[in-house]
């Protein structure tokens, strides 16, 4: 969330912001609000101060024998107009906080500004690999070999929805203990979380309002099916104040995710790209504010570190404005190729929110030593996404044999196996 005084002093900055991502302009109305916020203010400062001359002259009257039936009416109406003024101004607050809660982020300087034709690579690692066959896309070849299953997985909860087997689902498992224990030997504090989170902490991180379409609703219990890690990690500091001397949190989880993405029902319906459920390593950093832009070069890498050790091919992009989510000011895309489907396939998006969640859930820092508190910056990254990083795998590991060779690293974690056939 952004500062109110920082939108107020900053209007046609936000505007423009706003409208490089794409969102929808309130800020009139915001403005419009605040300043009738002020004027409320006010004018409880003036019926304070006449209330306190009433109560004076009550008091005067009083002790001077004379008849404070007036002066004690007088006081009454005063008080009935200020908790008038109160309600009001409540009513008024919560509409700023409600606007306030759905204009974005506003874009860091380094970020190309335009539609997704706009992101910019950044780097390239590995070779994508040649095959003397043609490859075959990951769902033949996880039928043929009885690890996949679309149609049972569609039958048990409709589209969008899968079933591994076997050494799919070993090999799933094993992907993510190597991706925690990978993270935890870099400093990152392993957690297990909540899978349902209240809608103050989808808020906190910038779900909500905004993508509440996209969000699977328990209605009865008001609570959310997670669509990311991020939410309950982050939040388990919402409210707080943590010790500088934290600082940088660094803390890592395995979640599965659950998103409807309302209205990209047609697109990639083969397969594993895109789907309502999937598991996910989950990175986030709480940083000292002039420290998060180096923070998020130093995510990036972990979340590159894994892609490396699979050694699979990837190329790393900086998103432009229209590309960016609504709550962040910078992101980095990781984008795997997958030789099935001949096509890059994000499986890391790691983005720098600098105070903006922080505001939301009223998270701050301490300084070393005592002082004021300062609101920290929070980052997230994918370390990594499944199930496109296993896509990547069986498509860029098969051989002509139809089967799938291990990633080395990976053969620990899978008991000595070097190959599924």
């Known amino acids: 969330m952004l500062d109110l005084k920082f939108i ?104 190309p500004i335009g539609d997704e034709s706009a992101n910019r690579d950044i780097r390239s690692w590995g070779e994508q690999p040649k095959f003397a066959f043609k490859p075959a896309p990951h769902w033949e070849l996880g039928e043929a070999l009885g690890i996949y299953d679309g149609v049972a997985g569609a039958n048990v909860s409709g589209s969008g929805f899968f079933a ?38 989808m808020q906190g991180t910038g779900q909500l309002p905004k993508l509440a379409e996209d969000m699977y ?39 599965p995710c659950f998103r409807r993405e309302a209205g990209a029902h047609g697109k990639d319906t083969r397969g594993m790209i895109r789907v309502h459920q999937f598991d996910k390593v989950e990175l986030v950093k709480i940083v000292e504010p002039d420290r998060s832009y ?36 910078k992101c980095y895309d990781l984008e795997v190729y997958a030789a099935g489907v001949d096509t890059w396939l994000e499986v890391s ?18 300084p070393k030593g005592g002082g004021k508190p300062f609101i920290p910056h929070t980052l997230n990254g994918s370390g990594l996404a499944l199930p496109r990083t296993m896509i990547a795998i069986w498509e860029n590991y098969q051989t002509p044999k139809g089967t799938i060779r291990i990633p080395e690293v990976l053969e620990p974690y899978m008991g000595g196996q070097t190959e599924i056939g």
């Open 349 to 366: 998006s790691c983005s720098n929110f600098v105070d903006f969640q922080a505001r939301r859930m009223n998270l701050r820092a301490r």
């Open 217 to 255: 609703h328990i209605e009865a219990d008001d609570m959310y099916l997670i669509p990311t890690a991020e939410v309950p990690l982050t939040n388990l500091n919402a409210g707080s104040i943590i010790s500088a001397d934290q600082l940088p949190l660094k803390a890592v989880a395995y979640t």
């Open 8 to 111: 107020r002093e900053n209007a046609d900055l936000v505007r423009t912001a706003i409208a490089n991502k794409h969102e929808t302009d309130c800020v009139d109305e915001l403005l419009r609000l605040d300043g009738r916020r002020r004027e409320i203010i006010a004018e409880v400062e003036t019926l304070k101060h006449e209330k306190n001359v009433a109560s004076e002259n009550v008091a005067k009257t009083k002790k001077s024998g004379g008849d404070a039936t007036e002066a004690i009416l007088a006081m009454r109406v005063v008080s009935e107009k200020t908790q008038a003024l109160d309600e009001s101004l409540r009513g008024v607050e919560e509409q700023i906080l409600q606007l306030q809660l759905r204009i974005p982020n506003m874009p860091h300087a380094d970020v």
């Open 164 to 201: 591994l087997r076997g050494a799919g689902a070993k090999l799933q498992r094993a992907l993510i203990n190597f991706m925690l224990d990978r993270h935890v030997a870099h400093g990152y504090v392993e957690h297990r979380l909540p899978y349902l989170v209240t809608a103050r902490a």
């Open 294 to 329: 180096d923070e998020l070069e130093m995510l990036v890498a972990d979340a590159e570190a894994i892609l490396q050790a699979l050694k699979l091919p990837y190329r790393v992009r900086l998103l432009a404005t229209g590309d960016l989510s609504f709550a962040a000011a």
